[in-house]
């Protein structure tokens, strides 16, 4: 299949390759230059599995939903301690 970019650098995509691709007008694609100098196009329709693990780092242990919760509430409660200790005296001695 052949595409002829404008003098803007536009080619509009066959369609096969839109209706296979299930692209539609606004569709975002990853143009990627392989080494060896073809370029291949990639639709971005990700679902959710296909991003299952991306921020996984190798030697990385992974957490779990428990001790991700016990970490962000140990931050909040340091945080709000910390508030509360540099708050001035005027605002805390306030009567009502």
Same mark, same amino acid.
């Given at each position: 299949? #052949? ?7 536009? @080619?509009?995509? !066959? ?5 296979? +691709?299930?692209?539609? @007008?606004? @569709?975002? #694609? ?7 100098? !073809? ?7 990700? +679902?959710?599995? +296909? ?44 009567? +009502?």
């Amino acid at each position: 299949m #052949l595409a002829t970019p404008t003098t803007q650098g536009q @080619a509009t995509l !066959p369609k096969e390759i839109r209706d296979t +691709s299930k692209l539609g @007008a606004g @569709a975002k #694609l990853d143009l990627v230059l392989q080494s060896d100098g !073809p370029v291949t196009l990639e639709p971005l329709q990700r +679902s959710a599995l +296909s991003v299952a693990g991306l921020l996984k780092r190798e030697g990385r242990a992974v957490s779990a939903l428990a001790e991700v919760d016990d970490a962000i509430g140990a931050y909040l409660a340091e945080k709000s301690e910390r508030v509360r200790r540099t708050a001035s005296p005027a605002t805390t001695d306030r009567k +009502s």
